[in-house]
């Protein structure tokens, strides 16, 4: 156990000094920008910074006046001292990268009054001095040993980060005809606008067009020059808008106000609707702030209880879209109780099955695993606790669970437990489908656009 420990102030000598060196990294730019409110462009904005009098984003300066208290506090004095008074002279900025040592060294001291005055300073590695200052004390009287305080871990995620990635990376490519079902609400039409402003689509409302109007116009929503197909009710919006994929008009479908049965109903209707060879699933693209990276979850929408081969299209599907974000192998981790198998588990027998029809060539595309629990598909301290030696255990792209409940269990988690942002699609359809929700905000909604447009275009491209 490491300790902190004081001098009091008969301990103290003149000329008596303590220091502490850190290097600057953006997280500590970004961590006491967030402590302070201070986003002063000068320390968190490196395009603003390039252009400034320094060239390069610098810390704050009081980021150096706070190393200078946390030697005060646990050094020298330590534990006990009253911090009373404290001058800086900033001498030259510490920029990303620079490794300062901050010291304080004992002046003088007031016996009466049991004060002691040190000068401050920071200096860089190069000997340069970057902050000079003075500091006074009381010094503390009684010793003090205490166990030293264990940090929390803290994670800095900028929210919507990814997706905003997400949205840049389709700013080449055109916008995809989307034929929007029943957008007989605020969330729907503002939805479809704001994907049309982005160029990611381009909407065709399709459902009763006095309803849309009146939509509109009572959410403020300008929906001039788009293109409206009436519609009398969802039933019908539903099927005019999967015969609008079917002539070619529209190259995605997403859902408006209307329930996802609705729509789903005339998407696999055996005659009109847009079967293919594989069977249908979701898939959630989730941004989790604690994940280092996009995590698919599958699937939690459509199929309830899937057999083998319906599981096998769930991840085929997956690593579709993995593929058309750019991620060429997905580690897919097949999710059961336990990274055993254990008959009596029959999602560990088809976990196995799965990675089984993997190494024989029925899936491609993705590297498989299974079963693996939750915690060590994505936790690669569960995996090595567990003494599973895997590429996919601990880094897993897209997690498969074992049926509807579970995966929208775990979703639905990471959303309101972790925070989560969620973006989706259902595939093996002609064409993708947006099922938005009415809690999903508009942030999804363009995510769920931008992967509906990269799926398109990755397959264009594929097919030519």
Known sequence: MQYIENKTYEEM?????AEITRTLGPRDIELFAVMSGDVNPAHVDADYARDDMFHKVIAHGMWGGALISAVLGTELPG??????????????????????????????KNDAKKRVILDCEGVLADGSLAIRGEAEVIAP?????????????????????????????????????????????ANSLEGAV?????????????????????AAEAAGVDISGLEILDAPHSHAAASASVALVREGRAQALMKGALHTDEIMSAVVDRTRGLRTERRMSHVFALDVPTYPKPLFITDAAINIYPDLDTKRDIVA???????????????????????????????????????KMADRGQITGGLLDGPLAFDNAISKA???????????????????????????????????????????????????????????????????????????????????
Request: hydrophobic share 45%.
């Open 79 to 108: 534990p006990g001292a009253i911090y009373l008074n404290q001058s800086l002279s900033f001498r030259k900025p510490i920029g990303l990268g620079d490794t300062v040592t901050v010291r304080v060294t004992v002046r003088e």
């Open 194 to 214: 704001d994907a049309r402003e982005k160029g990611l689509i381009e909407p065709i409302l399709v459902g009763p067009e006095g309803k849309i109007r009146a």
């Open 382 to 464: 569960a995996a090595e606790a567990k003494h599973i030696t895997s590429p996919v255990a601990g880094d897993a792209d897209i997690l498969v669970a074992p049926d509807l409940e579970a995966g929208n269990m775990i979703a639905k988690q990471l959303m309101y437990l972790a925070g989560a942002e969620s973006a989706g699609l259902v595939l093996g359809a002609r064409v993708p489908i947006m099922l938005t929700s009415r809690a999903d905000g508009a942030l999804a909604r363009l995510a769920s656009a931008a992967l509906a447009q990269l799926f398109v275009h990755h397959h264009r491209r594929a097919a030519e």
């Open 13 to 17: 000598s003149v000329g008596d000094s």
């Open 317 to 355: 599907n997956a690593i579709d879209l993995a593929h058309a974000l750019g991620i060429e192998l997905p580690k897919v981790a097949i999710l059961s109780a336990v990274e055993t198998i254990y008959p009596k588990i029959a999602s560990t027998l088809d976990a196995a099955a799965l990675c």
């Open 141 to 185: 009287t009684e010793k003090v040993r205490r166990p030293r305080t264990t940090l929390p871990e803290v994670h800095l995620h900028e929210r919507g980060a990814r997706y905003d990635r997400l949205i840049a990376a389709t700013a080449e490519l055109s916008p995809i005809p989307t034929a929007v079902t029943h957008p007989c609400d």
